[in-house]
């Protein structure tokens, strides 16, 4: 028996360090290492159980070719040199017809790996492509707002919530997607910290909280400013901290905060005035508050007003003055490490862009060229993406020729040409960095590649190879790739050398100093934001109601919430046959008096339907939601459901900032199954 040094590579913050039992070649679990000082020794309850993951029965043994219509899962197993010479003939054809921008490299985050993640649209950069404008189904709202106010750097160190006196989960599940930080959080609880939690869902982690705030969906800005104006109110702003850390704060309180009494924002809310009052007085005795911030709050119409609002509130109190204090959204950007040699190795500086949650509007009318060959990685936009409908409508299109590299057989794979059999993160050496916490490891593979998979990074150098790309990096080896990350590295990560992470133990590279550091053009907190005010957005925190939301709203009786699954937050868990039985069948949450006015019974098959199309889902009734509301936890493969994908419901309409998706954006109602179908049909 053998203990390997491993690192999770699944779309988590966590990014847990753990330790791989080999016997024989053969992995026999994962746990998690206990020198990870924030990961403390535990796995979460999915990752525990990644070894079934690496031996599930439905891996892809071999690469594969479409023998059936497109979409109906027909395929024949070929070699790797026949699937190779067919992608390398289809793609110079494509190239010396069309051009190169008829290509597009479609590669995510279901490897974390640096290099797994990022050298397949390295690939498509060096060829002239059109690239992947990655993230924004995700994160790209989020992260532009934070950059907008903060600049692009990284959040609150986590492990400092140690020493915070009131802590704030907002809009962040903390036990489905951060459970190490909850871990930390709760320690602090058991020592007379409180906890509150601001989400529409009572979640199980505001079950465990102290105090559970079920804020109406969208209204999270009208809170932040709300609180603000009790902060001015009651004289328990830091005026010191804001005269010098930020700009814009008094233009803010006369022009925006001023309208934002209790009363208007408990109406706006859903929340009682003595509930808003409360908080903003728990808040502003705080001097060392932590706001875990999440990003679902982002993911609708105006969601980076939201995230701007509650990004400025540690500002008014000089929390973000004092460790222990301010707020944490993501940490990647303090972790000063250069990708471009992986992320953009050579190729034109600028080209055709394809955002990631249009990629069925760009398939389906993008033209001169048209997109003509897709290769899709790491990622299963047939049910993540918004308007699946369209994306479905673009892979069927008969000239496009579409490869898709997966450990499973994803519902995009029915629409492939060619399938080919990618490892899991256990079969693959890679650096991490983490986007939750300042650490960052280089781990070992724990296991040789099962069956005939390959890795992403082997799959872009051959590739490359085989298209004339020339570039140093597609010849390299993980261990010889990572280090030009450090190249140039500023900070804690330049105290680095780069052989310190070949013993395979997790490295901290938290900021110095106790307070937040600020990289916008002013230095400061930019409450007001002349960049926004130049692209016509409002330049300061505001919560307005989005005129189209308004006139939804007016034609169907529920709005959607969709939340990471407990057992299933994403498809990449799929595969795991005792996760998908935890975590049940595909369902959907309505509470009692919902279900009462429809006259639908607990665990009956239900109809979601809006203008966009219809799915079908099992029905529990629980009053964990409000009324109004309607949750969807988790992407689930369409396999599994009644019927559909919940995305068949979303627009594929875009945030105020960084061009995200919208899914909470969404308007629907719901009835029997076996009802006569209204998929167009309104109040």
């Known amino acids: 028996m053998k203990t390997i040094r491993v690192t999770c590579g699944h779309d988590c913050p966590c990014m847990c360090s753990l330790l791989a039992q080999v016997d024989d070649g053969k992995l026999i679990k994962v746990s998690g290492d206990p020198e990870q000082p924030y990961t403390a020794g535990f796995a979460c309850a999915k990752v525990n159980r990644d070894a079934e993951l690496v031996y599930a029965p439905n891996r892809i043994k071999t690469p594969l070719r479409r023998t059936g219509p497109k979409g109906s899962g027909q395929f024949a197993a070929i070699t790797w040199t026949d699937a190779l010479d067919e992608i390398e003939q289809r793609w110079k054809g494509i190239v010396a017809n069309d051009g190169p921008l008829a290509l597009l490299g479609y590669a995510y985050s279901a490897h974390q790996g640096q290099i797994n993640r990022h050298l397949i649209n390295g ?31 990284g959040g609150a160190d986590p492990e400092s919530v140690a020493e ?47 105090w559970h705030l079920p804020i109406r969906i ?24 804001l005269a010098k850390h930020t700009l814009g704060f008094d233009r803010w309180n006369a022009e925006v905060v001023a309208q934002f009494p209790p009363a208007r924002v408990a109406e ?32 609708l ?69 048209p997109i003509n060959g897709l290769l899709i990685c790491a990622n299963n936009p ?14 069927l299109r008969e000239d496009l020729f579409t490869v898709v590299h997966d450990p499973i057989f994803t519902d995009t794979a029915k629409y492939a040409d060619i399938v080919l059999p990618a490892t899991t993160y256990l079969e693959t050496s890679d650096f991490y960095r983490s986007y939750g916490s300042y650490y960052m490891q280089f781990a070992l593979a724990a296991v040789a590649p099962q069956g005939e998979a390959w890795s992403n990074m082997q799959l872009a150098q051959e590739l490359a190879r085989r298209m004339g790309v020339t570039d140093e990096v597609f010849r390299l080896t993980p261990e010889q790739i990572f280090p030009k990350f450090f190249e140039g590295s500023t900070g804690a990560v330049a105290k680095v050398d780069p052989k310190q992470l070949l013993d395979h133990r997790a490295v901290k590279v938290a900021p110095e100093g106790d307070a937040q550091e600020f990289r916008t053009k002013s230095g400061k907190l930019e409450i007001y934001s002349a960049d926004l005010a130049a692209e016509g957005v409002p330049p300061m925190p505001i919560w307005e109601a989005d005129p189209q939301e308004v006139m939804d709203a007016a034609k169907w009786p529920l709005r959607l919430l969709t939340t990471p699954g407990y057992f299933q937050s994403h498809t990449a868990f799929s595969a795991n046959d005792f996760l998908r039985k935890r975590e049940g069948e595909p369902s959907c949450v309505l509470h009692p008096k919902e279900a009462e ?70 308007f629907l109602d719901v009835e029997a199954w076996d009802h006569p179908a209204q998929s167009t049909s309104a109040r």
């Not at 859903?270 to 911030?293: C, H, K, N, Q, T």
């Not at 993540?384 to 369209?390: A, D, G, H, S, W």
């Open 382 to 395: 047939a049910v993540t993406n918004p308007e699946v409908q369209k994306v479905k409508q673009g892979l």
């Open 597 to 666: 006015r429809r006259v639908l019974a607990n665990g009956a098959k239900v109809r979601l339907f809006n203008e966009r199309g219809h799915i079908g889902l099992v029905l529990k009734i629980s009053d964990e939601v409000g009324e109004g509301v309607i949750l969807v936890p988790g992407q689930r493969p369409e396999a599994e459901a009644v019927s559909g994908t919940v995305n068949i419901l979303c627009s594929d309409r875009l945030t105020d900032m960084g061009a995200g998706a919208t899914y909470q954006s969404t």
């Open 301 to 369: 119409a105006r969601g980076g007003q939201a995230l701007r609002a509650v990004a400025t509130l540690p500002a008014v109190t000089g929390a973000y003055g004092r460790r222990g204090g301010g707020a944490l959204l993501l940490a990647a950007g303090s972790i000063d490490l250069d990708f471009a040699s992986i992320r953009k190795p050579s190729g034109p500086a600028q080209t055709r862009q394809v955002n990631h949650s249009l990629l069925g509007e760009a398939l389906l009318t993008m033209k001169e060229p």
């Open 123 to 153: 690939l498509f950069h060096a060829m002239g492509s059109s690239r992947l404008m990655a993230g924004t189904v995700c994160d790209s709202c989020c992260e532009t707002a934070w950059d907008m106010t903060l600049g692009p750097v």
């Open 164 to 210: 915070s006196d009131l802590i704030i989960s907002w809009g962040c599940d903390l036990k489905a997607v951060n459970v190490h930080f909850w871990q930390k959080a709760e320690q602090r609880q058991k020592q007379g910290i409180k906890i509150i939690v601001i989400d529409p869902r009572r979640t199980r982690t505001a079950q465990s909280a102290d």
């Open 268 to 299: 706006i809310t859903g929340l009682s005035v003595d509930d808003v009052e409360r908080l903003a007085a728990m808040y502003g005795a705080a001097p060392r508050s932590f706001i875990r911030i999440g990003e679902g709050m982002t993911r």
């Open 218 to 241: 969208g209204t999270d800005a009208a809170l932040a400013i709300g609180i603000v104006h009790i902060l001015v109110r009651d004289g328990k702003c830091d005026e010191a901290y």
